[in-house]
């Protein structure tokens, strides 16, 4: 508990015009000096104002620390450095000071201290070997612009307190519903691309029944969603979260690639309707989770368009195809869709979070979501309102994630971004080859259409072993295991998964993204790598 003791601040005029206190200045002589004054200020807020300018110094030391932590290792001759110091969570709690305590302090030096061990033991996600999720390295004009907004430390809902940010903002939409096809259409920043997913389903319901707005779902028909086996978990969060219930949320077969049957979408269609209930929206996918399939959007749109269904599509991971030269042609028909979901920090570097969801219903987003509250969307400003861009926004406060990515477009130009997808994707294919070539690899599919490429590696001691139930779960250990050692000895981060959808065993999954841009030698040393583990972990646990 702070002590109110009976202080108050000085009535003089401060030399020092920032805080209003001398800096240097004994705390006691400041509180002599102010007795006279109203209000009070308890002691320890006044010496926390006396050194507050002080406290600004601990950033001049971060980007320093960061380096000499190995944070970022963008040169692949640092690529040696491991990518995490791997400690189980009991012993970290012992090498880390957790504890948060009513009264105990630290100094400067001794919070530069905890940050540095905060680096040490946290994950580089920079480092050119970490391809553990759908984001890879870093561009450092996003970590800039990241930097920027956070030190600025305001929000995107109005042009008032955002002027630069809103414009870019705009800017930013515009430009992708120019790329996608959308002509006048809107969008938004969202906080991921699970709730972009959420806006899709909300637009799709305001549009068929806007009195939902007012009244809730009460006494209508069950209101039903579509989408694949292999797409994301977030639809069902949607029909949990906005009141559809996940029985609700009708999962559509997929063919052998990992992409959406159109036609047993329409059977299902067919079959909600029999059962009384509402068919609504269909999701599809660009860029599935594990293994990066694009379903089929113009046959998609068919079907919607045959049963007037919304049509969305989740491009969180694929969307960064839209400025490819070579691929994109995956995104055929994406145009007519109604909405659709893009994650600029997976395939292109942008950092943690940018997610963008764009629709061709540029009036939908507004009358949704806006609730007219004029304590902050006052329709008697000076300035064109049409920038206060919160009114279209499921939340209040909205971090600034235009920015980061409107920088790395400045700094490139989106066709650099183009043609990095491009080579990424074109690594893949030659990671594909190798995998071929290689004795121990097997493809999980015969080929990817993104930048997902899904394998398993078969340990030497196994190779000449009859391939029946028991040897397939041995070989389903092997990735986990390999990923513990790449863990322990911090060389080499990828995922795993299983497809349980197929009753197929975890494997290995590479992701390509535009960064660290690879060159062969360095696929080499991931297969050489992911052999030396593997053939490690069949022998026995020593090497653990
Ligand atoms: C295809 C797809 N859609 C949606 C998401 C969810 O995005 P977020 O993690 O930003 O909520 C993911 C996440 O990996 C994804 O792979």
Not at 13 to 28: H, L, Q
Not at 213 to 225: A, E, H, I, N, T
């Amino acid at each position: 508990m702070l002590s109110y003791n009976s202080i108050s601040t000085p009535t003089t005029p401060s030399p020092n015009p920032s805080n209003g206190i001398r800096v240097g200045a004994s705390t006691s002589a400041v509180i002599n000096n102010s007795l006279q004054s109203t209000p009070s200020v308890p002691k320890e807020v006044a010496e926390i104002r006396l050194n507050l300018a002080n406290d600004w110094k601990v950033l001049r030391s971060v980007h320093q620390m960061l380096v000499d932590e190995k944070a970022f290792c963008a040169n692949p001759d640092e690529w040696h450095e491991k990518i995490v110091n791997f400690v189980q969570p009991e012993e970290l709690k012992k090498l880390i000071d957790l504890k948060i305590e009513e009264n105990q302090k630290y100094s400067l030096e001794e919070i530069q201290k905890i940050c540095q061990q905060v680096i040490k033991y946290s994950v580089k996600t920079s480092h050119g070997r970490f391809h553990n999720q759908l984001f890879g390295q870093m561009d450092p004009y996003g970590l800039a612009g990241s930097w920027i907004t956070e030190a600025l430390n305001t929000s995107a809902y109005t042009f008032e307190v955002a002027p630069v940010f809103s414009l870019v903002e705009t800017e930013v939409v515009r430009k992708v519903c120019e790329l996608c096809g959308y002509g006048q259409g809107d969008g938004i920043f969202s906080p991921g691309g699970s709730i972009s997913n959420m806006y899709g389903v909300v637009l799709a319901r305001y549009r068929s029944f806007p009195n939902i707005k007012s009244s809730g779902m009460f006494g209508m028909p069950p209101l039903v969603l579509f989408t694949s086996e292999e797409s994301h978990y977030s639809f069902k969060k949607a029909a949990h979260w906005l009141g559809f219930g996940v029985d609700n949320c009708v999962i559509v077969k997929t063919n052998a690639k990992g992409q959406m049957l159109p036609e047993d979408l329409e059977i299902k269609i067919i079959e909600a309707q029999g059962q009384g209930k509402i068919p609504l929206f269909v999701n599809a996918t660009a860029g599935t989770t594990v293994l990066g399939a694009f379903d089929d959007f113009n046959r998609i749109a068919d079907v919607c368009q045959r049963y007037g269904l919304w049509m969305h599509v989740d491009a969180c991971l694929g969307g960064s195809a839209l400025l490819s030269y070579k691929y994109r042609n995956l995104l055929k028909g994406l145009e007519r869709s109604d909405s659709f979901s893009w994650n600029p920090h997976k395939s292109l570097g942008t950092p943690l979070q940018c997610a963008l969801f764009l629709t061709r219903h540029a009036e939908l987003l507004p009358q949704a979501n806006s609730t007219a509250v004029h304590y902050l969307f006052q329709q008697d400003k000076f300035y064109d309102i049409s920038y206060d861009t919160g009114n279209k926004s499921i939340q209040c406060g909205r971090k600034i994630d235009a920015f980061k990515f409107w920088i790395m477009l400045k700094a490139r130009g989106y066709g650099s971004f183009g043609r990095l997808v491009d080579h990424a994707l074109d690594m893949s294919k030659v990671f594909m080859d190798k995998l071929r070539q290689r004795p121990g690899f097997r493809l999980v599919l015969d080929d990817y259409q993104y930048g997902n490429v899904c394998f398993w590696y078969v340990p030497k001691a196994m190779r000449e072993q009859t391939e029946d139930d028991k040897w397939r779960q041995k070989l389903y250990e092997v990735a986990p295991k390999v990923k513990e050692l790449m863990i322990r000895q911090g060389t080499l981060m990828l995922g795993y998964s299983p497809l349980q959808y197929r009753n197929i065993g975890n494997f290995f999954r590479m992701v390509f993204t535009c960064f660290p841009i690879m060159d062969e030698s360095e696929l080499d040393f991931i297969l050489n790598e992911i052999e030396r583990l593997g053939d490690c972990t069949s022998l026995s646990n020593g090497c653990l």
